[in-house]
Structure formats: structure tokens, C-alpha cells
């Protein structure tokens, strides 16, 4: 994983999520999921680009903390959550391009 990529589990996300005034963008996935794996070099690029801006980027593997998952109804993966101020302002289920990203970063920032 990327440096400027956190991994965000069950213990840590409300300190590192909820707890944060800045736009988070958090990658739920797992390590069996093909689509996860397309996303995941996108996300990383997004985190180095946008890092300057003012973008957290975490990652949650769903398997290994399900309470975290539960907590926001993830069903499907990858599913991105964009948090400003501890709360949810946006979402992309599934594998999208890279500008769709972009777009949605851009729009919350």
C-alpha cells in the first residue's frame, strides 16, 4: 500500500475517519475481490495527487473488520465512502474509471 494510504480498521476508524475535519476518502474491499484489485492502484494514484489538497485516503478490509462495514451497509465491494466532518457526503460502489473518482474528489473537496 501506498505511504500516503492509511489502513483503517474497526479499532481506528473513528479516530482516523470520523474524528477528521478533512475530506476521507475510505476504499472498503477485500482481498478476494477482482474489482477491489482494479480500483486499488486508482485509489492509490488519488491519494498521491490529491494528498496536497487536503484528501485522507484509507483502506478497510471488510472481512477482517465487519463491524466498520456493517456500520454503513456496505453489500457490495469495492464500495468508496467520501466522510467530511465525521460524515458521510458521498459514494461509488463498484469499479469506476479513474475521472469518475476525480470528479467526486473535486466536488467534495
Known sequence: MADNVLTVTDANFQSEIENSDDLTMVDFWATWCGPC????????????????????????????NPQTAAKFGIRSIPTILFFKDGEVVDRIVGAMPKPHFAEKIEANL
Not at 480500483?39 to 488519488?46: C, G, M
Open 37 to 64: 484489485r482494479i480500483v486499488a492502484p486508482v485509489v492509490e494514484e488519488l491519494a498521491g495527487e490529491y494528498a496536497e489538497k487536503g484528501l485522507k485516503v484509507g483502506k478497510l478490509d471488510v472481512d477482517a
